[in-house]
């Protein structure tokens, strides 16, 4: 999985939660297959490294330190990518955080929490970038929903299911209303994949087991989910809109695979 | 881009529409072509097309619901390239007409083409690609696996018998280092849907109801047949992916007609 050198050149990319995991793929992708990119991420120091690694590859890449959650950061970002690049061609919203719990395990101050960062903070991307973007002609925009969400419910996660199911809504509503000004919104949704945000959840023996159970025998690594959505952004997705794609080894053809099935919800909630 | 360098891809239904337009691109990224099709003149047309711009193409005429002529296909492969890598199965016929009116030949030849089909295509290239524990499937389901139409109910059974047999085949096949997954397209200009698509009353009035503001055509199809055969794919299986420039994105609730949106203003 190399890439493909030139498909995206001449094309400016904003990614949120480009500091680390499938965000920071996604950039480091991105900028390989030719785009410029903002790197994005509430963490600032982590943007500022992956943006150094692209550019240290010979990409053009700028860092932010973005709370995507706030509005005015939302278009602050954009304004950037304008000011920096001339424009912003395409949108990836991989910001977001893991949380567990049922219902009556969550407090409203999490549950807002997790839905500001995960839904709110993909709206507001997207509303930021819908006008400069259409104003270009078009552009693509990649949502980060999840196997868990997309469609299924996974128990003791009630906010973060809820909120990428909202996310893969927010996608095909999106993807009606800007079709006609040739803005592509499509959606992937990740299955287990071996990032920090789960490393933070589990040990390194439970992720591997974790992978052994999915059909595909493995997590996925996030480059490739950087693939799928390298492949949205490129022109080779012309035709796809409002599309929900699982890149998730077959997890959500198949029943029952779950984060509950290796006790990690137990734990998280002793 | 040159993905498929060296890779031997077999399409079945590639004499024309979407099957040819996934040959076209997959011998531009240098793979050897077979293509499996019902009409030995199209077929053989398709492929001295292709070999006039100087790809190794074979072709082979058979009927998909034939396992004997499946088998022929895939040996034919094999034996002129050494294995197989990618399947295309794009292969399917259509006959509108409501089901009290339908004969039971015409919705025997419909399943057998397009559903058992695909279980015979899949069987058979899956099994030389087992044996190289590596290889990527990707079949033709349908918008119409999930939506609708009037007189349509035996073909989209069949697009919705494929998405379930993409899901388990998934699960059958992973062992083996095998991927399949399916596209969906929506309205493509191609032979089956040329009715509508040409229909001077009929063509611009269905393209309301397509956010894209256009109808898909082969090429827009086959490119992602190729990211879905590609190793850009390689955690993907058991899945469908919907190419339909959002014409199933939204119920038809036709707001815009009755000035339900300056009312909210």
């Given at each position: 999985m190399t890439g493909h050198p030139?498909?995206?050149?001449g094309k400016v990319a904003v990614v949120t939660g480009g500091g680390s995991g499938i965000g920071r793929a996604a950039a480091l992708r991105f900028a390989s297959d030719g785009a410029a990119v903002l790197v994005a991420d509430v963490a600032g120091e982590s943007a500022d490294k992956v943006a150094a690694e692209i550019a240290g590859s010979g990409g053009r890449a700028v860092a932010m330190t973005v709370d995507v959650s706030d509005p005015a950061q939302a278009d602050a970002m954009v304004a950037s990518a304008i000011d920096e690049f001339?424009?912003?061609?395409i949108l990836m919203t991989a910001a977001g955080v893991l949380s567990f719990g049922s219902a009556t395990q969550t407090d409203p101050q999490a549950w807002n929490r997790v839905i500001a960062i995960n839904l709110t903070g993909t709206f507001l991307a997207a509303r930021a970038v819908i006008g400069p973007m259409a104003e270009r002609g078009g552009g693509s925009i990649i949502t980060v929903s999840s196997s868990t969400g997309a469609h299924d419910a996974s128990p003791g996660n009630v906010a973060y299911v809820t909120s990428k199911g909202g996310v893969a809504m927010l996608t095909k509503a999106l993807a009606i209303d800007h079709a006609a000004e040739g803005i592509r919104v499509n959606a992937i949704a990740p299955g287990p994949t071996a990032t920090p945000m789960l490393g933070s959840v589990m040990t390194e023996d439970e992720m591997r087991r974790f992978g052994e159970a999915m059909p595909i025998g493995r997590l996925a690594r996030p480059e490739e989910l950087a693939a799928a959505a390298a492949f949205l952004a490129s022109d080779d997705a012309s035709y796809v809109t409002g599309a929900v794609i699982a890149v998730d080894g077959g997890q959500t053809a198949k029943v029952g695979i779950t984060l509950a099935d290796l006790g990690t919800i137990a734990r998280q909630q002793q | 881009m040159t993905r498929f360098s060296g890779k031997t891809v077999l399409v079945v239904g590639?004499?024309?529409?979407m099957g040819l337009a996934c040959a076209r691109r997959f011998a531009a990224e240098g793979a050897n072509l077979v293509l499996f099709d019902i009409e030995d003149d199209t077929v053989d047309a398709a492929a001295a097309s292709l070999r006039a711009d100087s790809h190794a193409v074979e072709s082979v005429t058979g009927d998909v619901s034939v396992a004997a002529d499946v088998e022929r296909a895939v040996a034919a492969t094999v034996s002129r390239f050494g294995g197989l890598d990618v399947l295309v199965h794009t292969a399917g016929i259509v006959k509108l007409k409501p089901i009290l009116e339908f004969d039971e030949r015409s919705w025997r030849r419909i399943v057998d083409v397009n559903l058992t089909g695909v279980f015979l295509t899949t069987k058979a290239a899956g099994r030389v690609m087992a044996e190289r524990r590596a290889g990527a499937i990707v079949v033709f389901a349908s918008t119409n696996a999930f939506f609708a139409e009037e007189s349509n109910a035996p073909y989209s059974a069949t697009k919705g018998g494929i998405v379930m047999f993409v899901r388990n085949a998934a699960m059958d096949l992973a062992r083996h280092g095998i991927r399949i997954n399916a596209i969906d397209p929506g309205i493509i200009d191609t032979r089956l849907s040329r009715a509508l698509v040409h229909d001077p009353v009929a063509g611009p009035d269905y393209l309301k109801r397509i956010p894209a503001g256009r109808y898909g055509t082969p090429d827009d199809i086959a490119k992602v047949v190729l990211f879905l055969a590609s190793d850009d794919a390689s955690y993907m299986t058991g899945e469908d992916v919907i190419v339909d420039g959002g014409l199933t994105l939204g119920a038809n609730l036709g707001i815009d007609d009755l000035g339900l949106q300056s009312a909210g203003d």
């Open positions: 030139g498909r995206l050149t001339g424009g912003v061609d | 590639g004499a024309q529409g």
